[in-house]
Antibody, heavy 119, light 107 residues
Framework: QVQLQESGPGLVKPSETLSLTCSVSGGSISNHCWSWIRQPPGKGLEWIGYIYYSGRTNYNPSLKSRVTLSVDPSKNQFSLNLSSVTAADTAVYYCARLVVNPDYYFDYWGQGTPVTVSS | DIQMTQSPSSLSASVGDRVTITCRAS??????LNWYQHKPGKAPKLLIY???LLQTGVPSRFIGSGSGTDFTLTISSLQPEDFATYSCQQSFSPPLTFGGGTKVEIK
């Protein structure tokens, strides 16, 4: 059973960079596509971007200028960096495995980690 | 971007009830529609992909239907563990987008 676990600071100051890591267990990160999704308080889910194990990425245009995803197959981890954060980036952040089949759906998710942007 | 609109945003129901949740896309998305269940503090769970295909291990009381712009998720007989929030997601065209969610509460 594939399991994902997000980790990183729960509090980030405005204008700084939010950095999160997702650790994958129960399966290899190779040969799969991995994604980040967030949910601001009281709002719906928002897809941030995905990264293939090879490093190829695709970002949501609404966040593209501030987002960088990376993958570390040796650690079975992938990461999210979101720069120049504001209060609008306060959300629960989820990592997930994205199936591309050709439908794109998320078959395994982490529990989510809350991140607050505040000084 | 394709907008996904869910209705209702919340509903109250009793164990054993038949519950229907609707998801409408702002343009045709064929059958590229997926449904998730999420509960606070837990990993969201894929229920349905391709509009009507049941994910492995998901009980058969969860039924997805629809194509084009209008889709439904039906829970044929609500169980205590089904009280949660349900979200739809389209994958017809990037960026991937979700509906606002439907919270199913105990009556």
């Amino acid at each position: 059973q594939v399991q994902l676990q997000e980790s990183g600071p729960g509090l980030v100051k405005p204008s700084e960079t939010l950095s999160l890591t997702c650790s994958v267990s129960g399966g290899s990160i190779s040969n799969h596509c991995w994604s980040w999704i967030r949910q601001p308080p009281g709002k719906g889910l928002e897809w941030i971007g995905y990264i293939y194990y090879s490093g190829r990425t695709n970002y949501n245009p609404s966040l593209k200028s501030r987002v960088t995803l990376s993958v570390d197959p040796s650690k079975n981890q992938f990461s999210l960096n979101l720069s120049s954060v504001t209060a609008a980036d306060t959300a629960v952040y989820y990592c997930a495995r994205l199936v591309v089949n050709p439908d794109y759906y998320f078959d395994y998710w982490g529990q989510g980690t809350p991140v607050t942007v505040s000084s | 971007d394709i907008q996904m609109t869910q209705s209702p945003s919340s509903l109250s129901a009793s164990v054993g009830d038949r519950v229907t949740i609707t998801c409408r896309a702002s343009q045709s998305i064929s059958s590229y529609l997926n449904w998730y269940q999420h509960k606070p503090g837990k990993a969201p769970k894929l229920l349905i992909y391709g509009a009507s295909l049941l994910q492995t291990g998901v009980p058969s009381r969860f039924i997805g239907s629809g194509s084009g712009t209008d889709f439904t998720l039906t829970i044929s007989s609500l169980q205590p563990e089904d009280f949660a929030t349900y979200s739809c997601q389209q994958s017809f065209s990037p960026p991937l987008t979700f509906g606002g969610g439907t919270k199913v509460e105990i009556k």
